[in-house]
């Protein structure tokens, strides 16, 4: 993962700025992009899961990702993170990212997509 394209949740999160309509268009495709990016454990993707709490720009090129973690003692914070660079700045959709780990509200069950509940049961999973 290249540093200069992903910052991690040591670094300074940039304050949500007001969104333009060209930047919720951004984000909105930043979030396509995020499906991509599949939890290594449970082999869904983020957004389906319910990782995902917000999603904004800065400056138009720097996309910020607010999300979570089945669990917080995940060990593998890193393949996600480079995953997400590969998506979202490998897609050319924007040029920083900085994913931002947070805690609350805690991630339940509850927050899985219809669609996130339907790969979930087709891998023998009740939900």
Known sequence: MSEENVTEEKDPVPPKPEQTEADLAKASD????????IDPELGINVV??????????VDGTHAVVNMTLTSPACPLTDVIEEQAEQAV??????EKLTLNWVWM????????????????????FSV
């Open 48 to 57: 389906d899961l319910g990782l995902v709490y917000d999603i904004y720009m």
């Open 105 to 124: 509200p805690a991630w339940g069950p509850h927050m899985i997509t219809e669609d996130g509940r339907d790969q979930l049961r087709a891998l023998g």
């Open 89 to 94: 700045v490998g897609s050319g959709t924007a």
């Open 30 to 37: 930043v979030e396509e992009y995020m499906r991509d990016v």
